[in-house]
């Protein structure tokens, strides 16, 4: 990030302080392996300079909800949210541990992470129907969006009348359809990133900043 | 011995009848045992999101890998000029939960589910 976006950002965090803008917590929610840990950091990094989390290829790598504070976000026509963002456990309806078999964990770390992936879940949900005030909706634009629990949580956000984006991710990947998204959720923003090469984050940032103020 | 898998058809009119926690202690009591549960008529956004919840906590190693569900798109509801002013509903539709080991879903449109079931 270059020099004049680092003032901007720090005059805005100064000029957020000052007024006492409201903070808003912001849910990356999404299924398992879409990517939120990615676009957490990528949102930390480039706001606040650290990361949230780790992420491997290995599904439920996020197994806590993990928060990084004070964010402050500026959009190119001046305006300026400061929010927390949450990393959460990708949502699912089914965890067997013997999928982390394949991964080469042996037996016991395979148990040890699905039943930490299902605490993760469970407060991932607790979360999202207690202190969450928007969601980025993660999706990887190689998958069927039609899955049900996409479904589902769409309309659990909806219900709360949750401001939502939808991300759809890794648009860099040749089998990306990030079109089909957008016709599965027509009534909402739809942004097709790539957050490994920080494509069209500005946009998603912008789109932030308009949704969450 | 007739093997196979036991299915339980719950008609809206029961499911009216019952508060969410008993709903979703009905689901999840069933499923564990084995039984597919077809809902008449779906649960509310905030009821799949604490089914949801109350699965994770009953998921055991070998025992309990979680639910597969699946469920006809909503429907919006109300008269034009109810939709007009946003006071419309949502209503719920035919809802499929089985084990997550038992039942898979092949296909779905608005219109059917296909799902394959298999015994323990």
């Not at chain 2, 008449?40 to 009821?47: N, R, S, V």
């Not at chain 2, 569900?69 to 509801?77: A, G, I, L, N, Q």
């Amino acid at each position: 990030m270059d020099i004049f976006v680092q003032t901007k950002n720090r005059f805005s965090r100064f000029l957020s302080a000052f007024f006492k803008k409201k903070r808003s917590r912001i849910g990356i929610y999404g299924p398992p392996n879409a990517g939120k840990t990615t676009l957490a950091n990528r949102i930390a990094r480039d706001w606040a300079g650290d990361a949230v989390g780790a992420v491997s290829e290995i599904p439920h790598e996020t197994r806590r909800a993990l928060r990084k504070q004070d964010l402050c976000i500026s959009g190119a026509n001046g305006h300026s949210i400061t929010i927390d963002i949450v990393d959460t456990p990708g949502v699912t309806t089914k965890i067997d541990y013997k999928e982390f078999l394949e991964y080469g964990l042996d037996k016991e770390e395979a148990i040890t992470r699905a039943r930490e992936a299902t605490e993760g879940v469970a407060e991932a949900m607790h979360w999202l129907r207690e202190d969450i005030d928007g969601v980025v909706y993660m999706l990887d634009s190689t998958s069927d969006p039609f899955q049900q629990v996409n479904i589902m949580m769409i309309g659990i956000i909806e219900s709360r009348k949750l401001p939502v984006i939808i991300a759809a991710n890794k648009i860099d990947l040749p089998d990306a359809a990030p079109q089909k998204i957008r016709s599965a959720f027509p009534q909402h923003p739809v942004v097709p990133i790539s957050c490994l090469e920080g494509k069209n984050i500005e946009e998603l940032y912008e789109q932030m900043v308009h949704s969450f103020r | 011995m007739l093997q196979g898998v036991q299915i339980d058809l719950i008609s809206q009119e029961s499911l009216e009848n019952m508060t969410s926690m008993e709903k979703i202690h009905l689901i999840l009591d069933k499923v564990r045992q084995g039984t597919i549960v077809i809902l008449e008529k779906g649960l509310e956004p905030d009821e799949q999101s604490k089914l949801i919840e109350m699965t994770m906590k009953e998921i055991l190693p070998d025992d309990f890998n979680g639910i597969e569900m699946e469920t006809y798109p909503s429907r919006e509801e109300g008269s034009f000029l109810s939709r007009l002013i946003g006071r419309h509903s949502t209503s719920t539709r035919l809802t499929v939960i089985g084990p997550a080991n038992q039942l898979k879903m092949i296909k779905k449109d608005k219109d059917q589910i296909s799902a394959w079931i298999s015994t323990r």
